[in-house]
């Protein structure tokens, strides 16, 4: 038997109204902060990911599903959203738009990690881009949309955490003392750490080792080291977040996985959860577009993890509406009834009323508990006397009640079944 490959999953039928309301209350914040939506390829050259999010990287060290296809070109499954959105920013000549340009996406992406809760290795990302200012007051655009998208679905008790690191102007002698510090422990960092020290100095702030975090816990602040470019951006966040009162927590650890990070870098994290598992996070990257082949362009964008947005909605108890479903069956006691039963079932859903057809010869009875197992409320029943009278029974399956009323009059009847008839009155929960 064949199994969904280690780290996927098929997202079923019963899940979907959680994948439609995340998705639409992504796509009405998008609307309302005037971001438009981009689609780019699910692969890319491997090179731009290379480049992009750095080799000293989890991600490009470890986890991408990189291919050699027939022409002989290495491709690989996007790992994230950001770089081929600032490829598509260069290749379509959108610096020659009013800047900023803003711009969202719902992702496929595709890490080779270790699977666990919450962690896949396919898993979906809805995130926005704004391409093209420096303004500090972009940098709390992008935070104040994430934080407003997390609140219209009804999560609560989120943290914002919040880092300044820096840029090349201050973060070489930042991460040269970071060095130095964490030189005199380095028989004691745990492996991957030890690994760090020469490539990635940064990440050493960030691992949850225990061993290592109380190290962590004294290593120089780069906040406290910024240029004074740097410092006025972050300190104009700051007091901008506090403008629109949205709370925040500073976390000099917190410096995110992937190498394009300049000044303000941001995640929202799940109060009762270990910082292992955000569910979305961001930041400045003044330098990806110019690195990529660009003109030098600042911006600043996000990516939350839709996989986990769902978990945690189903871990708060929160309700969505149901993607409405036929609540009318049509049912047929003999062949000609079937025959007018085609016929009748087309008619209504031409008048937009949701219907589903029995299909085989099973009898009557068992029909009507097919109707009853999808859930359906009313039932129309064509053939015998009836029929030859031109009219047709309509049963109420709650109550079982039965009426016979013209044939003529059924899509009249059902009107209220058109479609999208429950859409904000039906809820419910995995
Ligand atoms: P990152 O750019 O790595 O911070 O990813 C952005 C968001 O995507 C994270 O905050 C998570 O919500 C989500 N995410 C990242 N990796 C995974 C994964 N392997 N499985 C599920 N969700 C993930």
């Known amino acids: 038997m064949y199994k969904a490959p280690r780290g996927t999953q098929d997202i079923l039928p019963p899940e979907q109204s959680y994948w439609c309301f995340v998705s639409q209350k992504a796509q009405e ?6 971001y438009k939506r981009i689609e780019t390829p699910m692969f890319e050259e491997a090179g731009l990911f290379q480049r992009g999010i750095g080799e000293g990287t989890d991600i490009v060290e470890k986890e991408m599903y990189t291919f050699q296809d027939h022409g002989g070109d290495l491709m690989t499954l996007r790992p994230e959203g950001t770089a081929s959105v600032c490829r598509a ?3 379509n000549g959108m610096s020659n738009l009013p800047q900023p340009v803003r711009l969202y996406y ?21 995130g926005c881009e704004a ?17 407003r998208f997390y609140a219209s679905l009804g999560l609560e008790n989120l943290t914002l955490q919040l880092n300044s690191i820096g840029c090349p102007i201050c973060r070489p ?7 130095e510090y964490y030189s005199q422990f380095s028989n004691v960092l745990c492996p991957n750490c030890k690994t760090r020290l020469a490539r990635n100095t940064l990440r050493l702030l960030d691992c949850k080792e225990e061993s290592c975090r109380k190290i962590a816990h004294d290593a120089p602040k780069i906040a406290e080291r910024l240029c004074s470019d740097c410092d006025t951006n972050f300190q104009q966040v700051k007091h901008f977040l506090g403008e629109i009162a949205i709370p925040f927590q500073i976390n000099p650890f917190l410096v995110r996985g992937l190498d394009y990070y300049t000044r303000t870098v941001f995640e929202i994290i799940p109060q009762e959860e270990g910082a292992q598992t955000a569910l979305g996070g961001g930041g400045r990257y003044d330098l990806l577009i110019e690195q990529l082949g660009g003109k030098p362009v600042p911006a600043i964008g996000f990516a939350a993890g ?11 108890g929160i309700a969505v509406p149901l993607i409405p479903e036929p609540k009318v069956y049509v049912a047929h006691a003999d062949e000609e009834g079937k025959a007018q039963a085609v016929k009748l079932i087309a008619a209504l859903r031409q008048a937009g009323i949701g219907a589903m057809l029995a299909t085989g010869s099973r009898s009557l ?20 006397d009836e029929l030859k009278r031109g009219t047709v029974v309509l049963r109420n399956m709650a109550e079982g009640k039965q009426e016979e009323i013209p044939l003529g009059e059924v899509a009249k009847r059902l009107q209220g079944y058109g479609v999208g008839y429950d859409r904000n009155n039906e809820c419910g929960t995995l």
């Not at 914040?29 to 005037?34: M, W």
């Not at 769902?310 to 871990?315: G, R, V």
Request: hydrophobic fraction near 40%; proline fraction near 1%.
């Open 131 to 147: 391409i093209g200012d420096s303004d500090s007051a972009l940098d709390v655009e992008i935070i104040e949309l994430i934080w």
């Open 365 to 384: 009875k068992a029909q009507l508990k097919k109707a009853n197992a999808i859930g359906a409320t009313e039932a129309v029943i064509l053939g015998g």
């Open 173 to 179: 002698d930042y991460v040269r003392e970071l060095s």
């Open 306 to 316: 839709m996989e986990r947005i769902i978990l945690n909605l189903n871990k708060q």
């Open 89 to 91: 920013y260069i290749e």
């Open 29 to 34: 914040i998008c609307q309302l902060y005037g």
């Open 106 to 126: 719902m992702a496929d992406i595709f890490r080779y990690e270790r699977p666990q809760a919450g962690r896949y290795r396919q898993h979906h990302q809805f």
